[in-house]
């Protein structure tokens, strides 16, 4: 944000940008146990965020950002998480979805200008409205039951969506809708402040209870016409790479198990033993295996983020498959490392005042997030029968 001293934007490099994330978010974990508990948005998390500038990092630099890489933003999201799962997966939304749109030019210039100068000035937050109650997840083709009808203006629109994370503090809605009399659906961009629109507190999961992730209700919301910013395709979607920031948010949960466990295991020395239990071989075998498993999970992540920046767009729209299996391995591997931080502990990481039974709530989540694992697997089994075909 313009005006601020401390910020990500006057760093020399990743490294310091990283150093100064890492800074900001110390506090994230405190808060994060307290927040669960009371069902409470973290919204201070959010404006220290913005005061560093970091909703801006990923607008290209034309329209005052960065331009960062995907793996530039893995890694900050990674930190993130590691502080504090529901703050990163809610931001990492608007971090992806404001890359994808100003590196793809979807919007009109016009539209994606305004939006991006109030990004850099404000830190205004944006995210997609697409899920119904009716639908389910839009990866699975289901038509919008919110519909836009054109009126001599503009758009008339009128729906309920669902899982609208970060819907306590956005100043966006990108919201999907069939449009009347035609078969296409359409995605309208909707400010906060227009009429009609109104948040819903329905949000009562048990995991990732920081996200906000409540219903968005549109009574008769007009827009101009020029909010309708795009019509969706009805064929295959395109590989989406900054959708990695999901399995980037889980494999920060998990190194926070991780350190979790190696606090307790170096520290804790029952009488029955000399020493701490870290010398003893049933709890080096886990730490062992944890520390496999992080490895794993963080060089595919990081070796398909860095094919995705180096990549030409013909490349890039063969690499699905790579994502999904990215995103399937990574979340999965995070559960399994949660597990064995948890079996380390023991009954203590049960413990109301624990955040280790927060980090098993909150990494499973990643088993509901697109891409759904069957999905990945039945993609996974094509290429691999189209490779054989060959």
Not at 63 to 91: F, N, P, V
Not at 125 to 135: K, V
Not at 188 to 216: C, P, Q, Y
């Amino acid at each position: 944000m313009e005006g601020i001293q401390v910020s990500l934007f006057n760093q020399r490099s990743s490294e310091e940008r990283i150093q100064l994330l890492t800074k900001t978010v110390e506090p994230f974990s405190k808060r994060a146990l307290e927040h669960d508990k009371n069902g409470t948005f973290p919204f201070e998390n959010f404006h220290e965020l913005q005061a560093i500038g970091y909703p801006a990092l990923t607008l290209p630099k034309e329209y005052g950002g960065l331009g960062i890489s995907l793996y530039e933003m893995l890694r900050y999201q990674e930190i993130i998480g590691k502080a504090d799962g529901s703050t990163a997966l809610s931001i990492g939304w608007h971090m992806g979805i404001m890359k994808h749109l100003g590196e793809n030019k979807t919007w009109k210039e016009e539209t994606f200008t305004s939006v991006a100068e109030d990004v850099k000035k404000t830190g205004a937050l944006l995210n997609n409205a697409a899920s119904e109650p009716a639908t389910g997840s839009p990866t699975r083709g289901g038509k919008p039951e919110t519909f836009a009808k054109e009126d001599g203006t503009g758009w008339v629109i009128n729906g309920r969506k669902t899982f609208t994370t970060l819907s306590p503090i956005l100043s966006y809605f990108v919201v999907s809708a069939s449009i009347d009399g035609s078969d296409d659906v359409g995605n309208f961009l909707i400010k906060r402040d227009r009429n009609g629109v109104k948040v819903e507190e329905t949000w009562d999961s048990i995991a990732m209870r920081g996200t906000g992730s409540h219903d968005l209700v549109l009574e008769d919301v007009h827009v101009d016409k020029d909010d309708l910013v795009e019509i969706l395709s009805t064929g295959k979607r395109k590989p989406a790479g900054w959708l990695l920031h999901i399995p980037a948010c889980y494999i920060g949960i998990a190194q926070a198990a991780q350190q979790a466990a190696l606090e307790f295991a170096t520290t804790y020395s029952p009488n029955s033993i000399k020493g701490t239990i870290s010398e003893l071989p049933n709890v080096k075998q886990k730490l062992g295996e944890i520390e496999l498993a992080v490895l794993e999970a963080r060089h595919f992540l990081f070796s398909i983020a860095r094919k995705w920046d180096e990549s030409d767009e013909s490349t890039r729209d063969t690499m699905g498959p790579e994502l999904g299996a990215a995103k399937l391995s990574v979340v999965n591997k995070s559960v399994e490392i949660v597990d064995l931080a948890m079996r380390i502990v023991g009954a203590r990481s049960l413990s109301e005042k624990n955040n280790l039974q927060l980090y098993y709530r909150d990494v499973r989540a990643g088993l509901h997030n697109p891409p759904m694992d069957d999905m990945t697997i039945m993609q996974l089994a094509g290429k691999s029968i189209a490779g054989y075909q060959e």
